[in-house]
């Protein structure tokens, strides 16, 4: 989630070449919302998010940092332990290389960009439709996997000239193996973006295995136009390691329009398990009015075709966001 500086307390320390400094971030959302057309009313919607960031650099030149949302840290995780993540990452980089802990991506999630190319929502219509693939808890996690164990996933990263290399890790039972699913997940992912004929380009390519559960490979490339045009496709495909449980492939597409205050986004996707789909498209678009404040609307179209019956809702949100 992007989030806006609104005010910094900055505590510089210097010796030799070190300094510290302490930022605070956040947003607030208000508005209504329905999240199923089918089961629920129209609803008030109201957010509010802060997130405490910490930087420095060692005198050899180490780079180091922190970061803690309190959002997160409030949804039952508490960041005061050690092996359960609470909305905090942490960070030791160095030239080009990086290490990560906390409430970060996977490898595969890290490298693979996604279809929601421009836009937002207060309720993330765009993103939690049931075709959407963000490999973070949601249906699709059969595809990335984040999220099997506690969400406290370790990743390296190594950027050289336009590549980007990842590698990273987590256990599903704090190291403990479990019966049917395993030990470590284990993430691989390459990137790469750079400039081809105009076109700002990002290709990544994503491998994730978790044991006795499967593992999954996937692709996706995105082109940013001078003209304010996105658009982006995705691949992914889930080897099952289950008895009777078949592979899940997953397709995608994102476009996307900025120009001046207005941005629209468009995506739509589908997995597939022998026959069995779901399904759906999600709208976003906002408008700046300036100073961090936005407006913001969003829509999606759900469906799930299983065992010869399907099934179909629809969501949208409409209202504020306010960023700090």
Do not use: C
Not at 248 to 271: R, S, T
């Amino acid at each position: 989630m992007k989030k806006i500086l609104f005010a910094t307390t900055a505590l510089v320390a210097t010796a030799g070449v070190a300094s510290a400094e302490i930022a605070l971030s956040g947003m607030a959302e208000m508005g209504i919302y329905n999240p199923n057309t089918e089961t629920a009313d129209t609803q008030f919607f109201t957010d509010i998010d802060v997130t405490f960031t910490m930087t420095g650099e060692s005198d050899n030149g180490l780079t180091f940092g922190a970061s803690i949302d309190i959002d997160e840290a409030g949804n039952g995780q508490p960041f005061e332990s050690p092996n359960t993540q609470g909305g905090e990452t942490i960070f030791v980089s160095y030239g080009g290389a990086t290490l990560t802990m906390g409430d970060t991506d996977g490898a595969f999630d890290a490298r693979l960009p996604e279809m929601a190319l421009a836009g937002g929502t207060l309720a993330d219509d765009e993103t939690e439709h049931l075709g959407f693939n963000d490999g973070d808890g949601d249906y699709g996690d059969a595809d990335g996997f984040d999220g099997f164990g506690d969400g406290q996933i370790a990743r390296f990263d190594y950027a050289y000239s336009d590549f980007t290399f990842s590698l990273s890790a987590e256990q599903v039972a704090d190291g403990a193996d479990v019966a049917g699913l395993g030990e470590t997940v284990w993430g691989l992912g390459v990137s790469w973006s750079g400039q081809v004929s105009m076109v700002d380009l990002t290709v990544g390519l994503g491998y994730q295995t978790l044991e006795d559960y499967g593992d999954t490979t996937g692709v996706a490339v995105t082109g940013a136009f001078a003209n304010g045009f996105s658009a982006g496709v995705t691949y992914s495909v889930w080897n099952s390691d289950i008895s009777g449980v078949d592979d899940l492939d997953h397709v995608g597409v994102g476009f996307g329009y900025e120009m001046n205050a207005i941005a629209v986004g468009l995506n739509w996707g589908q997995f597939d398990q022998d026959g069995d789909t779901w399904s759906g498209y999600g709208l976003a678009g906002t408008y700046d009015l300036g100073g961090g404040l936005e407006a913001r609307m969003g829509y999606s179209y759900n469906e799930a075709d299983v065992a010869g019956s399907s099934a179909d809702y629809d969501t949208w949100s409409l209202g504020l966001r306010m960023n700090f």
